[in-house]
């Protein structure tokens, strides 16, 4: 049945456009919001007042110039802090992020407990408690959003873990997480090319391979975040055992660990990416990215998206090198009609990127309690 649009579900969904417009364009004015949104001037002065007395939004100071006075810019209000968590892996990171993106402090620890992550917690939260409104965070793994915990990550080798609890035991603050895949989906869609699609997928590339869907502009949760687990789909039957319990899952052929296990030259997965673009055959990758394309086009031939985002932790030519090669392989598995029409991109949001998913989630959030 189709969701019916009550005024209240109207009545958010415009506030949500005219934050999103500030969030991701920066400051505009009233007549500028009334255009781009184009809700009529007076919902658009409604919304603004509603916004103004909660202090999501200022209003800038207004600037006179030779041609006049022009008129009040609003901003979202940057004295509004995220406390942003990438945990992705042994090394995590943690940082201090106002809604343009900007990251005011960042620390990256090797986490052996949870204890070192509530220490890191602890070093960004002091010195800016009084302005952050959430602490959010990007999780590699089986999540149940919901409650808050972590059902099963082997990248932290965390089994049923209620983060929720253990941070807001000390941290008394709105705590928000989702897979890093999705949490990168935002970053895509605020900060990055992501911006310029409506359907797009978010191939995750770390210890294990994770893809995110951006469906009619809409992050795809999943049933209770669970979701794109391209990793744990079959790609040789009855091949390798998979840690998920299963065999021949596609991150027994094609996960980054895998690619490095498989050459002896070096185990720095940057440096295994150099050799190749510099014309190395090195079989094991070979297969991975072929395998990695499979898998994908077996995908957008379901629900073929507009673009598809490469990311991971790793070199931006090492990227566009898998790039090329998982779309070659992708082209011929998929209708010829559609092969014009993809476009795939590495993602260039860089190491932070998981940190501005995590960042964008807080916002929103916040802004929907
Ligand atoms: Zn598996």
Known sequence: MKERRTPKHVGSYNKNLVLEVLMK???????????????????????????????????????????????????????????????????IKGAIVNPMGNILKIYSIKMKNIEDLLKLIQELYE?????????????????????????????????????????????????????????????????????????FFYLLLSKGI????????????GYDGIIGEIGHTIIEIDGKDCWCGKKGCLETVASIPIIIENYDKSSDINEILENAIRGEKIESLDKALKYLGISLANVIQIFPPQAVCVSGNLSLEGLKYITEKIKEYILSKIFPQLRTKIVF??????????????TVLGFINYFNK
């Open 25 to 91: 364009q920066g400051p505009k004015s009233r007549a500028e919001l009334s255009r781009i949104t184009k809700l009529t001037k007076t919902a658009i002065t409604e919304i603004i007042e509603e916004l103004l007395s909660k202090n999501f939004i200022v209003e800038l100071g207004r600037v006179n110039t030779r041609r006049g006075r022009r008129p009040i810019k609003l901003a979202i209000n940057p004295d509004l802090l995220v406390l942003a968590l990438d945990l992705s892996g042994i090394y």
């Open 127 to 199: 010195p800016f408690k009084d302005k952050i409104i959430a602490i959010s965070a990007s999780i590699p793994g089986l999540l149940e959003l919901s409650s808050g915990r972590v059902i099963l990550s082997t990248s932290l080798n965390w089994k049923d873990v209620n983060l929720r609890e253990i941070i807001n035991k000390i941290f008394p603050l709105p705590f928000y997480m989702q897979k890093d895949t999705n949490a990168g989906i935002l970053a895509e869609n605020w900060y990055g090319e992501g911006r310029n699609y409506r359907n």
């Open 210 to 221: 994770g893809l995110g869907i951006y469906l009619n502009d809409r992050v795809l949760d």
């Open 345 to 358: 991109y590495p993602s260039n949001l860089g190491e932070n990127s998981l940190i501005l998913g995590a």
